[in-house]
């Protein structure tokens, strides 16, 4: 399958910094990658969605200025958490879909990086 | 809008037989997925059913019925290993959205 690379896989911040986070495509180009937040024992939300070349879409109440995402390559998503504080901290992860794969974009599988567990003091 | 339910917790025996169930209420249903995610660790991709029945691969097989909106995720032959979370994900819009998951606990 699809690897997809994430990092930093721990961070640890005070209040009020910014901590970026990259989602890397190692073997195949992702026009797409979604980035996902995890809180503890709970579900996977959908945050946003990045595109190639274009303005991120973010789901319903997901602050865009607060959660920076950048899609400049077709290998490459980064999600900054500006003026991080403690109740954003959280397990993100970003995916991506294979475009090589048949079925079209709704075919449901999502190639995940490993998470980045941010911690914010 | 869209939601998933499925158990929140199943416990069974190591070598028995689970059936997880999902039911789902979404518009532009594209297909129906499961996915697996061990405690720390990122959620990986199980199966994916599209039209209606079942698809079996090794030890997990997963059903559809798109016209009753419910989907199950079978596990044969439990292995300590399989003591994960499993979430069901629809596809819509182009993007996967996820049940909140169910997390099994296997007895030995």
């Known amino acids: 399958g699809a690897v997809v690379s994430q990092h930093p896989s721990w961070v640890i911040c005070k209040s009020g910094t910014s901590v970026k986070i990259e989602c890397r495509s190692l073997?195949?180009?992702?026009?797409?990658m979604f980035w996902y937040r995890q809180f503890p024992k709970q579900s996977l939300m959908l945050m946003a969605t990045s595109n190639e070349g274009s303005k991120a879409t973010y789901e319903q109440g997901v602050e865009k200025d607060k959660f920076l995402i950048n899609h400049a390559s077709l290998t490459l998503s980064t999600l900054t958490v500006t003026s991080a504080h403690p109740e954003d901290s959280s397990f993100y992860i970003c995916?991506?879909?294979?475009?090589?794969?048949?079925?079209?974009?709704?075919?449901?599988?999502?190639?995940f990086g490993e998470g980045s567990r941010l911690t914010v003091l | 809008g869209q939601s998933l339910e499925q158990p929140s917790e199943v416990t069974a025996v190591e070598g028995a037989i689970v059936q997880i169930n999902c039911t789902y209420q979404t518009s532009g249903f594209y297909g129906l997925s499961w996915y697996q995610q061990h405690d720390g660790g990122a959620p990986t991709f199980l199966s994916y059913?599209?039209?209606?029945g079942l698809e079996e691969t090794g030890r997990f097989s997963s059903f559809l019925s798109r016209s009753d909106s419910y989907g199950y995720l079978l596990l044969q032959e439990l292995q300590m290993k399989d003591s994960a979370s499993y979430f069901c994900a629809v596809g819509r819009d182009d993007k996967i959205i996820f049940g909140k998951g169910t997390r099994l606990h296997i007895l030995p």
């Open positions: 059913n599209a039209l209606d």
């Open positions: 073997d195949f180009q992702a026009t797409t």
């Open positions: 995916s991506a879909r294979d475009s090589r794969l048949a079925g079209g974009p709704n075919t449901g599988e999502l190639f």
